[in-house]
């Protein structure tokens, strides 16, 4: 799986690691990217998307209903 957020195309940045000798090695910033279940198109679907487009509002979350239990039934008095 690719890590990159599905709304903004927010992807890794490299960088350095630097040491208090001043040793540098190569590191990664990840985005932090969640997993979540948003309506696209008017159907659920699981999206990979970044904390920031969740905070800023850009993507609409499924909302799961839970599906009404069964009446139980009723005792006629006849």
């Known amino acids: 799986m690719a890590k990159v957020c599905e709304i903004c195309g927010k992807k890794p940045l ?32 699981r999206v990979t998307v970044c904390t920031s487009c969740l905070k800023a509002g850009k993507v609409t979350k499924n909302i799961k209903t839970k599906k009404a239990a069964p009446a139980p039934p009723t005792a006629s008095t006849e």
Do not use: C, E, W, Y
């Open 14 to 45: 490299f960088g350095h690691n630097v040491s208090h000798a001043h040793n540098v090695t190569k590191r990664r910033f990840n985005p932090n990217l969640q997993t979540i279940r948003a309506m696209v198109d008017g159907t659920p679907k």
